[in-house]
């Protein structure tokens, strides 16, 4: 299977700007073959905290996606902000080439460094879709810091997609978490960021593929672009060969956790 991530380098808050690029995204994704086309966090605004101009009651950024999946015919993952009762919530939505939501993430860790916390509500649950005859999840950004959660997905997940706003400053910590995750959990990581400058922050890029080994299959620098994926199923291979997962404790992790609490 070919996937395709598309390193944007987003228009700060500027809704029809970047779906108009994110079309183009898209077109040349389906040109080059991919059967999916995944986009960063907070794709059409960037990492906002301007949620009355960014959130949506209707949801109108993903019902757009969706016309735009179905005419393309093609997979894509889409992030977008929900205005609540409340706060906001971060989202990342996967729609169908037939262009049905088949998931929708909420951030689970709103990355109080920067008060996403005070705005955007924190999310509660882990999801899982089908793809290409692999089990998938998603998680955004700060979560890569949170390896609890990559340890439960991975479970069931054979990929677990990240896409991210994730500043050039903390470059080495991307790289380095991410092929982290993918070593420990012995699956696909695929991560997608932007890149330039928007609100005084630069973004680094680097998208990549990491597999199952650790093995780094692919990688972009930091220019907007497509980075094109081609996947291997390989991960039960890797697990089979390599059993760390079996030698886990999990009555002993959770026990020690609640004791210490």
């Known amino acids: 299977m070919k996937v395709a991530l598309a390193q944007t380098n987003i228009i700060w808050e500027d809704k029809k700007k970047n779906e108009q690029k994110a079309i183009e995204y898209i077109r040349q994704s389906a040109s080059l073959g991919a059967g999916a086309v995944f986009f960063p966090e907070m794709s059409l605004t960037g990492f906002s905290m301007n949620t009355a101009l960014t959130a949506e009651k209707d949801g109108q950024t993903l019902r757009r996606f969706c016309e735009i999946a179905r005419e393309y015919h093609i997979v894509t993952g889409i992030g977008w902000v929900k205005q609540t009762e409340s706060l906001a919530e971060n989202h990342y939505s996967v729609i169908s080439e037939q262009g049905n939501v ?23 649950q882990i999801v899982y879709f089908q793809l290409g005859g692999y089990n998938w999840s998603t998680f955004i950004c700060y979560d ?4 609890e959660l990559f340890q439960i997905a991975s479970r069931t997940a054979d990929i677990i997609l990240i896409p991210a706003n994730w500043p050039q400053k903390r470059q080495e910590h991307w790289e380095c978490l991410l092929r982290a995750r993918a070593i420990e959990n012995q699956c696909y990581i695929l991560a997608v960021n932007c890149t330039g400058e928007m609100d005084g ?4 890029g680097k998208s990549c593929c990491i597999a199952a080994d ?37 009555d002993l992790y959770i026990a020690e956790y609640r004791r210490q609490k």
Do not use: Q
């Open 201 to 204: 922050a630069v973004y680094g």
């Open 214 to 250: 650790g093995r780094m299959v692919c990688t972009r620098g930091a220019e907007s672009g497509i980075l094109l994926v081609s996947l291997e199923d390989h991960v039960a291979e890797i697990r089979n060969r390599f059993p760390v997962k079996r030698d886990r404790k999990w």
């Open 144 to 147: 890569l810091r949170f390896p």
């Open 102 to 124: 088949i998931s929708d993430y909420v951030k689970i860790h709103p990355f109080s460094y920067a008060d996403e916390d005070r705005f955007f509500s924190a999310g509660s």
